[in-house]
């Protein structure tokens, strides 16, 4: 489906566009002993650019992921489905060390495409996969589950989105809406067997939507702190024994600002950005009493040509940790603690990194662009 592609290209665009200072990985073992580090993203296709097209049509990205820094075609690996030409990854989990990936196959001649699960050597296509909209892959106890919308035709001929979940082998299931005809979803988890999702949940008027979070496909709403206005609604999510921690922008107080908070079981807890510039939180990670969260915060920057540039952020417990900025213009996309070493990734200046306990490393692309969506750890194979 050629909206699935402009969604892809346009994602890839975007990613490949006084501070408190906190410890982190206190007693913590030695970086990296024993695992893999994995890091899904994409880089661009050197052998195919089109300099007279407009960016991003003339530019083809693989899917790759970065296993210890070195980059592998994921498509050289697993192949394409039976009938298409290319194969995209969405989004990637490890079940008992075997990777596990979600991705969307594109037909060329038919202009088509649809969603596919790959796992233990075959493709399992998604029922109604060609209208899948934000899909995210959770672990389930060693089966997965996708989380993401369909799309469909609602009233005055606008697209809407409704939120949905497949099974193992790409059943389908629609999940609660509780009397509202559009939603945003932004994150997915599972934990203990339960799945979570969050996003946002309106009507007609988009202005009006609240928070939503999804438990096993029933739905929880919450209105913004004040009843300000959320645009995101909640835009991350992560478990922890009985606790449920998820972030959310909305306006702040001053015009044109936002307000970034973390929100504990239904409550906000902290306020990571007030009165920021376009503040956004990617990702959530929780490691016994320790929250990470990250993402990023426009920040004006004076004597360049452009206003404001954007700034990777981690904010652990709600203070902002120091880690590398590089040339600047990032964010971080996801975050894993293991062995209490802090583990993200992300981009710096339009090229993937991976950040481990602040220092980052430049993941190796084609020309510098290249970006990376999300890293994993792995114990190495005995």
Not at 129 to 136: L, Y
Request: proline share 3%; hydrophobic share 35%.
């Amino acid at each position: 489906m050629k909206r699935i592609i402009i969604i892809l290209t346009a994602i890839i665009a975007m990613a490949c566009t006084t501070k408190t200072k906190t410890n982190v990985g206190e007693n913590r073992k030695d970086e990296g002993a024993g695992k893999d580090i994995y890091v899904l993203g994409y880089v661009q296709d050197t052998t195919f650019i089109d300099e007279n097209a407009e960016f991003p049509e003339g530019r083809i990205y693989k899917s790759v992921y970065w296993k210890n820094g070195i980059a592998k075609n994921i498509s050289d690996e697993i192949g394409t489905p039976d009938g298409y030409d290319m194969f995209t990854v969405w989004d990637m989990v490890a079940i008992n060390g075997k990777l596990v990936y979600l991705g969307v196959a594109y037909n060329k001649l038919k202009n088509e495409s649809t969603f596919f699960i790959w796992k233990d050597g075959r493709f399992r296509e998604l029922d109604g996969g060609s209208e899948v909209n934000t899909p995210k892959l959770v672990d389930i106890g060693g089966d997965v589950a996708v989380v993401g919308c369909t799309e469909k035709a609602g009233s005055q001929r606008y697209i809407i989105s409704i939120p949905v979940m497949w099974d193992n082998n790409g059943k389908k299931k629609t999940l609660d809406m509780e009397g509202y005809s559009n939603c945003d979803l932004h994150s997915a988890f599972a934990h203990n067997g339960d799945v979570y999702a969050c996003g946002r949940v309106y009507n007609d008027d988009n202005t009006k939507g609240v928070g939503a979070i999804w438990k096993n496909g029933k739905l929880t709403t919450y209105t913004a702190p004040g009843g300000r206005v959320t645009m995101y609604g909640f835009t991350t999510i992560g478990v922890s024994g009985n606790d449920i921690y998820t972030t959310m922008v909305c306006n702040s107080d001053s015009p044109n600002t936002s307000d970034l908070t973390l929100w504990k079981n239904g409550k906000p807890v902290e306020t990571l950005v007030r009165g920021g510039d376009l503040p956004i939180a990617h990702c959530i990670a929780i490691n016994g009493n320790d929250v990470y969260v990250g993402g990023s915060e426009n920040k004006r920057v004076e004597g360049k040509d452009i206003e404001t540039e954007s700034l990777a952020r981690i904010w652990k417990n709600g203070k902002e940790m120091k880690i590398d900025q590089g040339k600047g213009l990032g964010y971080v996309s996801s975050i894993v603690v293991d062995e209490g070493n802090v583990y993200a990734c992300g981009n710096i200046d339009f090229g993937g990194v991976l950040w481990t306990n602040g220092k980052h490393m430049d993941l190796p692309g084609a020309n510098g662009m290249d970006c990376a969506k999300k890293v994993i750890i792995v114990p190495k194979k005995q």
